[in-house]
């Protein structure tokens, strides 16, 4: 299991914040290049996983569809993560599922019903996109992440309906077992901690946007 610290960055640009990781005195280097992220999150009907977010439930599941690269719509190497929180610490599970088209949504939805790991009823609720810069600390024992440019749309009704968040979001991400030294790279890090959940925020942005 491990910890996700998020902060949501309201004041800055994604490229200031970036360039604070940049000046880290840990060294934090880029891991990756830069890419865009697409998740369909599931429900069910009366918006459980919403609804154990918002109140603060301490266990719970997030069930989610991602795939990579600049085709949101027709859906290549999609796998289903299966996001378990206890608290602050968590796991994520990860399945295969055929590609499909958003169209095709149902398709995709019946898959995930037929895997033994869904055992509740589920519905698409929210199509989410965004960028994603990846850093690491030399050892690679912290991992950071900086979200940008969100968008929302629903997964249903994708050409109307879709709003965006200019705000940017960075995650701290790091094995349970490295939490009694992970104060080295927080202390530097001039922000605060916030709680965040794109689908929560992303439920909220759809239905204040119509």
Do not use: C
């Not at 429900?43 to 109140?55: A, K």
């Not at 939490?179 to 929560?200: A, G």
Request: aromatic letters at 14%.
């Amino acid at each position: 299991m491990r910890y996700e610290r998020k902060y949501r960055i309201e004041h800055l640009k994604w490229w200031q914040v970036e360039q604070l990781i940049k000046l880290h005195p840990a060294g934090l280097y880029r891991l990756y290049p830069d890419r865009s992220i697409h998740n369909i999150y599931f429900d069910t009907l009366g918006l459980t996983t919403f609804n154990e977010n918002v109140i603060g439930i301490a266990d719970r599941k997030k069930f989610r569809v991602r795939w990579y690269g600049d085709n949101v719509y027709n859906i290549q190497n999609p796998k289903l993560e299966i996001k378990i929180k206890t608290n602050q610490l968590g796991v994520k599970e990860s399945f295969s599922i055929p590609a499909f088209s958003l169209q095709e949504i149902d398709q995709a939805t019946q898959s995930i019903q037929n895997l033994k790991q869904v055992q509740t009823s589920l519905e698409p609720k929210l199509l989410n996109s965004y960028t994603r810069s990846y850093y690491s600390s030399p050892d690679q024992k912290f991992r950071l992440t900086i979200d940008r440019d969100m968008k929302y749309q629903h997964p249903n009704n994708f050409i109307n309906y879709h709003a965006h968040d200019n705000d940017t979001i960075l995650e701290v991400k790091y094995d349970r077992e490295y939490d009694d030294v992970s104060e080295y790279i927080f202390q530097h890090l001039p922000f605060r901690q916030t709680k965040n959940s794109k689908y929560v925020k992303g439920l909220f942005a759809l239905h204040s946007s119509h």
